[in-house]
């Protein structure tokens, strides 16, 4: 069975950094691909960020470019968010979520597994 867990959420100012983790267990191929989604009070879940477990391949959604960064380490199957700038837009709760597709996409409902979700907030 698959499991996620979701780390390193808390709370930061504008302009700050965290990094999340999601270490995953009970994956049985290298062709998962991973995603981080977002989810603010009020609003639907978004995506953020995925990677192909096989050839780290990534994808971003505009308003992360050029800050935030996604990586795995296939040693520890763990997925990490790396998060700079981080803005108050930012603010919410984060999942990792695992895809049996090889395909990238960036639909909440095309994911197989989820996490418990990790609370990030960014103060101005």
């Known amino acids: 069975q698959v499991q996620l867990v979701e780390s390193g959420g808390g709370l930061v100012q504008a302009g700050g950094s965290l990094r999340l983790s999601c270490a995953a267990s009970?994956?049985?191929?290298?062709?998962?691909?991973m995603g981080w989604f977002r989810q603010a009070p009020g609003k639907e879940r978004e995506f953020v960020a995925s990677i192909k477990w096989s050839d780290s391949i990534t994808r971003y959604t505009d308003s992360v470019k050029g800050r935030f960064t996604i990586s795995r380490d296939n040693a520890k199957n763990t997925v990490y968010l790396q998060m700079n700038s981080l803005k108050p837009d930012d603010t919410g709760v984060y999942y990792c979520?695992?895809?049996?597709?090889?395909?990238?996409?960036?639909?909440?409902?095309?994911?197989?597994?989820w996490g418990q979700g990790t609370q990030v907030t960014v103060s101005s």
């Open positions: 979520a695992a895809r049996k597709n090889p395909l990238l996409t960036t639909t909440p409902e095309r994911y197989d597994y």
């Open positions: 009970g994956l049985t191929s290298s062709s998962y691909v």
